[in-house]
C-alpha cells in the first residue's frame, strides 16, 4: 500500500464515529477525554463543550440507586482493574433526558483511562412498541371513522350556538372565546371530512412548531384559565418542520390536553401542575428501519402522577384510557397522525414526571 493510499484510510476516531454504540473515555478525575457521536447524540451535548469537563455535567447518574455510589464505583475501577457491566443501565443525563442502556466499564492500563461503552436499549424498546402499534392501526382507522361520523353534526350546531352567542356579546375580549369555539369547530369539521376520505394524503407545507405550540396552550388554557402553568423551552434554532398543520395541531392537542385535565383531577395533591413544551434538533435518529440525519424532537412533560406501570405499554392501543371520563381514542389518534408523518411518538413514565416524545423528521414528507 503506497502512502496516498493510507492516507485515504479513516482514522480509528472516524471509525469510532461510525458506531451506534456511544463511546466515551474518562481520565481519573472522570475529566471527559473523548466522546465520539453517539454519545453526542445521547447526551445532547457536542466535543467541543464536553472535552476536560467532568462526566457528572453529563450525567447526575450511572447505573440505578444513590447517584454518588454509582460515580465512586467508577473511580474504584482505577483500584480494581476489574471491568463492570450493566445491563439495562438507568441514566439520567443533565438535559433532562432518561436513557436505559447496557452500560461497560473497562479500564486501559496502559493510559490509565476508563473506556465508558453505552449501547442504549430505548430503540429496541420502541421498535418492539412500534411493531405493537402497527397490528393495531387499522383497528384504530376503523374506529376514527365510525367516530367521525358521529362527531360531525353535534360541531355544526356548536358552531351555530357559537355565532348566536358572538351576535349577543359586547366586548371583544369575550368575543375572542366565541372566535376559538368557531375557529375549532371548522377545524375539527375539516379534520372528520378528511378522516372520512381515507385517500385524501396530508396537506405538506412548512409549518414553525412553535407556533403550533403555542396555539395548542391557547387551546388548553382557555379550557382551564389560570389552572395550570405552562413552561416553553424552544430551540430556536429548530428549523420548520414539513407536515400537514392541522393534523399536527389536533395530534399535538391530544397529548397536551390529556396531561392538563390528569393534572386538573390531580389538583388537589400536586402544588404546582404544570406541562412543559420542549423542542430539540436531534441528528443522526432512526425511526424504524430508516436513518434520519436531522430530526425534529417535541417533548411534552407533565409533572402529575404518572402512567401506572400495568398500562405504559397500550396507552396507544385504542379504547385503552387511564381516566375514567376518556374514550382511549386520542393517544391512538395522535400515534397514526405521526406515522402518517414518518414520524414515531414514545412515553416514559414516572412518578412526578411524564414525557411523551413526538420524533419528525426534517428532511421527508408525509405519506398517505
Known sequence: MNQAEDRNLPTPADVLDLLSTAVLVIDETLMIRYMNSAAEAIFGTSKQQSLGTNIRELLYDIGSGDGAAAFTELLAIFESEQSITRRGAELHTRQGGDITADLTVSLDLQSRRLIIELQPMNRLLKINREDHALASQETTRRLVRGLAHEIKN???GLRGAAQLLERELDHPEQREYTRIIIDEADRLTELVDRLLSP???????????????????????????????FIRDYDPSLPDIQCDETQIIQAVLNIV?????????????????????????????????????????IDIIDNGPGVPADMLDSIFVPMISGRPQGTGLGLAITQSVISRHH???????????????VFLPLEVTAHG
Open 199 to 229: 385517500n385524501t394524503k396530508p396537506r405538506i407545507e412548512s409549518v414553525n412548531i412553535h407556533r403550533i405550540l403555542e396555539h395548542v396552550v391557547n387551546l388548553v388554557d382557555a379550557e382551564m384559565p389560570g389552572r395550570l402553568g
Open 154 to 156: 353535534p360541531l355544526g
Open 343 to 357: 414520524g414515531v411518538i414514545e412515553c416514559t413514565s414516572r412518578p412526578g414526571k411524564t414525557c411523551f416524545s
Open 257 to 297: 390536553r390529556n396531561a392538563a385535565q390528569i393534572l386538573d383531577d390531580e389538583r388537589q395533591r400536586i402544588t404546582a401542575p404544570e406541562i412543559t413544551l420542549r423542542t430539540r434538533v436531534v441528528r443522526s435518529f432512526t425511526i424504524g428501519t430508516s436513518l434520519h440525519r436531522l430530526v425534529a424532537q
